[in-house]
């Protein structure tokens, strides 16, 4: 919902710049990640790295969300 989606906004914005560059152009804007690429002028593995860690923090940051909204709900 919109608790949701306020918690992801400021997920993002506290990622390092060129993961948060990536993260909005490829799952906001929907961009391909060669057209990222292009665009950030920097080389397709670069973005893929930018993208593999700016999920693996998002992920980690959701799981420390969930164990404390279960811990509230106890």
Not at 3 to 8: C, G, R
Not at 17 to 38: G, N, P, S
Not at 48 to 64: E, G, N, P, V
């Amino acid at each position: 919902g919109k608790e949701t989606a306020q918690w992801l906004e400021r997920a993002i914005a506290t990622l390092p710049f060129a993961q948060r560059e990536v993260v909005i152009l490829v799952c906001i804007e929907m961009m391909q990640l060669k057209d990222v690429a292009t665009v950030l002028d920097m080389p397709l593995a670069t973005v893929k790295t930018h993208l593999h860690r700016a999920r693996l923090a998002l992920t980690k940051s959701l799981a420390r969300r969930n164990a404390r909204i279960q811990r509230e709900t106890r």
